[in-house]
């Protein structure tokens, strides 16, 4: 099983599905970027315990977009220059900007198997 380690730790997946959890805003470290490794197909990324909008009450779910509109709760992926690397970012207070991030490396984009 791989989780989300806090300060720029890293989630090592193994054979099997795994899912990688992430359970608050905390465990994405300032000091360094939090990563993902090993993402296969068929693993899954939970991001059902992070409050994806601080701006209601509650807690709310992600959204999927390819670009921020000022909307909180957003979750876009981008494209990195290596290969087989995709930088994850969320924007949770409807800023249009990044407030954390984390990077997903694997043989499989990471494009399905979100639980938001
Ligand atoms: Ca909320
Ligand atoms: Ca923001």
Known sequence: ???GG?????GMGGAGQDVFLFQNLDEFGVDGLDM???FENGDLIDLSGIDA????????????TSSFTGQAGQIRMVG??????????FDIN???????SFIVQGAASPSSGWIL
Not at 53 to 64: C, E, I, K, L, Y
Request: no cysteine; charged share 10%; glycine share 20%.
């Open 53 to 64: 909008n601080t701006s209601a009450s509650g807690d709310q779910a992600f959204s999927w």
């Open 36 to 38: 993902i490794t090993d």
């Open 94 to 100: 409807g800023d249009a900007l990044a407030d954390a």
């Open 6 to 10: 806090g300060g720029g730790g890293t």
């Open 80 to 89: 990195q220059s290596t290969p087989g690397s995709w930088l994850i970012e």
């Open 1 to 3: 099983m791989g989780s």
